[in-house]
């Protein structure tokens, strides 16, 4: 594989960063500055204090900064392309010009400033904190005097769309805070995270500043919402913004006001007052009493994200009960086996009302024509882990590596140009059914909230890696990587893991310095891994290492212990839910994190994906190859090949008589399908006939 070659500048930032810690160490938080939450006992490290050295993460993380952030801002500032930057440039006065994008538009922006920050903290190049600085001049210009910033409405003419996409003239756009469809509340959100970040890994607040003065607003217009808020609030991140203020800034109005939101959200009827169904947006029912998840995955998600936070800052026992029903319905009949969230391009509620990307009916899991946009996806792993947050259960950290390795990193292709909106779970050229992108990553989406997404998200993959609370250490992700951070007693905990994860199961932790007294490493023992074995310096730990858990391995460490952690990657065939009609008599294949497919192109001439059968003992062998998709483990193996003939004119037949073939096939990584070229694809396949 290839490591993470460190470039200069970052190597001697990498040297101090885990070395001494010193004052930039205090200054910064995690993903989310959760230090003084009193609701969550598992506390997020700082983003500086891991540092992904070798394999799977490094590299990913390599490219980011290379590659995915600087051609992000290239789509960003481009006029001609996104428009994004200009459409501040142009609020702000500096130049003359309409709007142009859609009305969340500003809020990918911020989303994309995050990443740079997180490229920022990386690589602590200073061309990426001098760009930060220039764009949030300009933000900051382009804000009114009272704090409001949407520039699709202060501009208030130009076009909805692109130019090389069908462009919709707007005379006049409307005023703010009036139509819940503009985004308002999204892109505020974004604003308010982003800075928050921003200002943890630069110490600046000329970001921060721009949040508060709009934090602001929103508390003074909203904390006694107007009777028509239900038509107002819509794609819910100020949530999780305002709650990330309040930890940062320690102002409480940002936490009241999130609660309050919380509080009304669900009150303002069946539908909107142009007869839409409020299921659209999780606005039917308050969310105490909601049962299920409903409506538009993306807003579904990032609402029980904030609402995860709420509880996180107040303890609500209402909220967590809530959250957890909801979980459990997405779990038990609403989540693909990649982690992904939101069946359906168009679709019903139970309730009988019409919604879009969005969750639908338990066990209506289709395949080809499936929605799984890469925000809602990214949505469940960051509700996951806030989930998570709230008491060690290895069953939300599963589900958020699961996400992580499959449902979101398909989103974007190797080379880190190209970009998945929707992520079905399978493809074969000519069906009527395929989904949006038809089975082809692009190089822009015209609706373009996912790119930023999954970049900032790999941009702070380290923050992931572990987390600390009363006990000790907790070792999330799995990875090569090097720790140096604080534990709740304020002792420093220095650690190195080494592993060819996710390709091997084999893991060493060594650790490198810690005050001589008794605390845990709490070691993630995923629900994939039977058989997991442990040593510490050679010597096997006779204990139960029970599968979808976290093992405590409690002892007085000193510099030098080496724990070493093998979890068993066995391929293993994974069936559906007998409920679920289009996986019925089929298998997926799943080693350790990874998903598995079939891609048309690693098949024999003239085999069709729908041909292949897997038998039930089939043994797939893992090989890892170097130079296939970057660097993978593939599955190879020996499976049924049904012949079968043309089936051009026909709905139905006879079945063939003829016995299946026998060939070899290989299966790759899910995320890496669609990297070299169109290709039918699966995840699932039929379970040959005994």
């Not at 490591?3 to 993903?31: M, R």
């Not at 630069?202 to 500043?209: P, Q, S």
Request: aromatic fraction near 10%; charge should be neutral.
């Amino acid at each position: 594989m290839n490591g993470f070659k460190i470039p200069a500048a970052f190597a001697s930032f990498l040297l101090v960063g885990l070395t001494i810690g010193g004052l930039a160490h205090a200054q910064t938080h995690g993903l989310i500055n959760n230090s003084k939450s009193p609701y969550l006992p598992l506390k997020s490290i700082d983003l500086s204090a891991c540092r992904w050295t070798d394999g799977f993460w490094a590299d990913k993380q390599k490219e980011c900064v290379e590659v995915m952030v600087p051609n992000l801002g290239r789509l960003m500032d481009d006029p001609e392309i996104i428009h994004a930057f200009d459409n501040f440039r142009v609020a702000a006065g500096l130049e003359k010009g309409e709007f142009r994008g859609w009305s969340f538009t500003d809020g990918d922006f911020y989303k994309y400033v995050e990443a740079m920050a997180g490229g920022y903290e990386l690589s602590k190049d200073p061309r990426i904190d001098q760009r930060m600085d220039e764009i949030i001049e300009v933000i900051g210009q382009a804000q009114r005097a009272d704090g409001y910033i949407h520039t699709m409405i202060q501009i208030g003419h130009g076009v909805q769309g692109f130019r090389h996409e069908k462009e919709q003239k707007v005379e006049n756009f409307g005023e703010p805070f009036t139509v819940g469809g503009k985004h308002e509340f999204y892109n505020f959100g974004h604003l308010m995270t982003a800075a928050c970040v921003h200002y943890r890994v630069t110490g600046k607040t000329n970001f921060l500043d721009i949040a508060k003065k709009a934090a602001d607003l929103l508390y003074a217009k909203f904390k006694n919402p107007p009777k028509n808020f239900a038509d107002i609030d819509w794609n819910p991140p100020h949530l999780m913004g305002l709650v990330e203020l309040y930890r940062t800034t320690g102002d409480k109005r940002y936490l009241n006001l999130a609660v309050t939101l919380v509080n009304v959200r669900g009150t303002g009827g069946k539908v909107t007052k142009e007869g839409k169904s409020r299921d659209e947006s999780q606005k039917r029912i308050p969310i105490r009493k909601e049962t299920e998840a409903v409506g538009h995955a993306g807003h579904g998600n990032y609402l029980y994200s904030g609402v995860a936070d709420v509880y996180g800052e107040t303890g609500d026992p209402t909220l967590r009960d809530a959250l957890e029903r909801i979980w459990r319905d997405v779990t038990t009949g609403k989540m693909y086996v990649t982690g992904a969230t939101g069946q359906n391009h168009y679709g019903l509620t139970k309730r009988h009302e019409l919604v879009s990307e969005s969750y639908g009916e338990s066990y209506y899991l289709p395949n080809i024509n499936t929605y799984n946009e890469t925000c809602a996806n990214i949505g469940n792993a960051m509700w996951n882990w806030r989930m998570f947050l709230t008491g060690g259960e290895a069953r939300f950290m599963d589900i958020t590596e699961l996400v992580f390795y499959n449902s979101a990193l398909s989103g974007i292709s190797l080379d880190g140009k190209q970009y998945f909106y929707t992520n079905p779970l399978s493809y074969i050229m000519g069906d009527p059914h395929n989904s949006k992108d038809d089975g082809k990553r692009s190089d822009f989406l015209s609706v373009f909230c996912c790119p930023p997404n999954i970049i900032r998200t790999i941009a702070e993959m380290q923050g992931y890696a572990y987390t600390t609370s009363e006990k000790g250490i907790w070792v999330n992700l799995y990875g090569s990587n090097a720790l140096n951070t604080k534990q709740a007693d304020g002792s420093v905990l220095k650690l190195t893991q080494k592993t060819d994860y996710p390709w091997d199961g084999k893991i060493a932790i060594t650790v490198d310095a810690a005050e001589q007294k008794e605390f845990s490493m709490m070691l993630r023992i995923p629900a994939w891994a039977e058989g997991a074995n442990l040593k510490v310096n050679g010597q096997n730990v006779r204990a139960e290492l029970r599968p979808g858990s976290y093992f405590d391995l409690r002892r007085k460490w000193s510099a030098g212990d080496v724990v070493q952690l093998d979890l068993p990657m066995k391929p293993e065939l994974i069936e559906g839910h007998p409920f679920i009609e289009e996986v019925k008599g089929q298998v997926a294949v799943k080693r350790g994190p990874l998903v598995y497919c079939l891609e048309a192109v690693d098949l024999p001439k003239g085999v069709k994906v729908y041909d292949v059968a897997l038998p039930r003992n089939i043994e797939l062998k893992p090989r890892f190859d170097d130079n296939l998709l970057s660097g993978i483990t593939v599955l190879e193996g020996e499976a049924d090949i049904r012949q079968e003939p043309d089936w051009s004119d026909q709905l139905y037949r006879k079945l063939p008589s003829k016995e299946p073939k026998k060939a070899m096939i290989r299966l790759i990584p899910y995320y890496a399908w669609a990297n070299r070229g169109k290709s039918d694809m699966t995840v699932w396949m039929p379970l040959a006939r005994d």
